[in-house]
Nanobody, 123 residues
């Protein structure tokens, strides 16, 4: 019913930049909060940044000042600009969206995840 597709991961040297993008599609009525999470090997999945439909943002302390989250409500996309990357930013990054969508003759509200995109910061 709803799909999230991420792009933009890859290998970058410390101090470099990457921009992640996530596009939502399907029978969407509205998208509430969108966010990015990350999970390093052997660790739990943690919030990196989130943005409400009104543009209010929230960041993990360890990315403040380096990462910027943005969204385009008309295009149903969310982006994460990552600057000054560090080796400890290496992880699989997942897009998440809180979506109100059509389901038959009903409307439902569910959280959805993308498939994840690998970000590796290494020299």
């Amino acid at each position: 019913q709803v799909q999230l597709v991420e792009s933009g991961g890859g290998l970058v040297q410390p101090g470099g930049s990457l921009r992640l993008s996530c596009a939502a599609s399907g029978s969407i009525f509205s998208i509430n909060t969108m966010g990015w999470y990350r999970q390093a090997p052997g660790k739990q999945r943690d919030l990196v940044a989130a943005i409400t439909s009104g543009g209010n943002t929230n960041y993990a302390d360890n990315v403040k000042g380096r990462f910027t989250i943005s969204r385009d409500n008309a295009k149903k996309t969310v982006h994460l600009q990552m600057n000054s990357l560090k080796p400890e930013d290496t992880a699989v990054y997942y897009c998440n969206a809180d979506v109100t969508h059509y389901s038959g003759s009903y409307m439902r509200r569910n959280g959805y995840w993308g498939q994840g995109t690998q970000v590796t910061v290494s020299s």
